[in-house]
């Protein structure tokens, strides 16, 4: 089964940058289709990004766009939220998720895909 650990969370002054990421490991990484999501307090939660197996589409929630960019490197089973130019309604919880269908784990429907596995989350606080 795969695996899914997020990084990169923390801190940042509106106007900052971070870059999440996503480790797999457990399966091969280059089957799974990959997304972002996110979910701030007393607020449902949100698909942000994107990115197909081979990294040839993304889509973007309309909040981030222009700002967020994800990417991955299959390479390296890893893949990547960009963050830019954060506002403090960036304050959340991510996630990344792997489009998959797992017995007896819930899955979340995005994009027309079913997310099934799920890593445990970064805090990322957008605050002066």
């Known amino acids: 089964q795969l695996r899914l650990v997020e990084s990169g969370g923390g801190l940042v002054q509106p106007g900052g940058s971070l870059r999440l990421s996503c480790e797999a490991s457990?399966?091969?990484?280059?089957?799974?289709?990959i997304g972002w999501f996110r979910q701030a307090p007393g607020k449902e939660r949100e698909g942000v990004a994107y990115?197909?197996?081979?990294?040839?589409?993304?889509i973007y929630a309309d909040s981030v766009k222009g700002r967020f960019t994800i990417s991955r490197d299959n390479a390296k089973t890893t893949a990547y939220l960009q963050m830019n130019s954060l506002e403090p309604e960036d304050t959340a919880v991510y996630y990344c998720?792997?489009?998959?269908?797992?017995?007896?784990?819930?899955?979340?429907?995005?994009?027309?895909?079913?997310?099934?596995?799920w890593g445990q989350g970064t805090q990322v606080t957008v605050s002066s």
């Open positions: 998720a792997a489009e998959d269908v797992v017995p007896g784990v819930s899955v979340v429907l995005e994009w027309g895909r079913y997310f099934g596995s």
């Open positions: 457990g399966s091969i990484f280059d089957y799974y289709a």
């Open positions: 990115i197909s197996r081979s990294g040839d589409s993304t």
